[in-house]
């Protein structure tokens, strides 16, 4: 209920009533229009129902804050891990084959010890999340989740263990 005020500075309550424009059914309306109720009328056709702006989807490997999943191309192994950088670099660091270091992934390990590949081309993103502690706890439980996994016992030491029957019955 709108206020308005006359010549007369005198207060006149005037309802407001508003109602779809749809032809010929709402020209109807109009002889209710005076000084106690307002007809007002509104298009169901707005333009942003027609018009959508759209962004472009990003590519997979160019997401970071991810959890992700690689598997072996030789074996029924496959690999868990978690970046905040963009998928596609921490890839680049896992394909490196780094003999020299003492700081070898398991991926390295593996593919050393059984000439075994992984399907770089095909990396599935478990999961997004922004949050560094929820990513390490996202990606705990996707480790746990795995049936033959590559990631060492100790990848997943700081899920308690309350939540080991849980995650099996995921």
């Known amino acids: 209920m709108q206020d308005s005020t006359n010549n007369e500075n005198q207060e006149i309550k005037s309802s407001w009533f508003t109602i779809p424009y749809i032809p010929s059914f709402t020209d109807k309306f109009k002889r209710f229009n005076n000084k106690d109720l307002k007809v007002f009328f509104f298009s169901l056709n707005k333009l942003n129902k027609f018009i959508k702006v759209w962004k472009d989807p990003r590519p997979q490997s160019t997401k970071n804050n991810v959890v992700h999943k690689i598997e072996c191309k030789d074996c029924n192994l496959s690999y868990v891990g978690q970046t905040g950088r963009q998928l596609n670099t ?12 003492s700081t070898r992934s398991v991926i390295t390990d593996h ?10 081309d095909n990396v599935k993103i478990l999961e997004e999340e922004p949050c560094y502690g929820k990513r390490l706890i996202s990606e705990m439980i996707h480790i746990k989740k795995q049936e033959n996994r590559l990631n060492l016992q100790n990848d997943r030491e700081g899920l308690h263990k309350s939540y080991l029957p849980i995650i099996s019955k995921i």
């Open 90 to 101: 921490r890839i680049k660091e896992l394909r490196n084959i780094r003999s020299n270091t």
């Open 111 to 120: 593919r050393m010890q059984s000439e075994h590949d992984f399907d770089w």
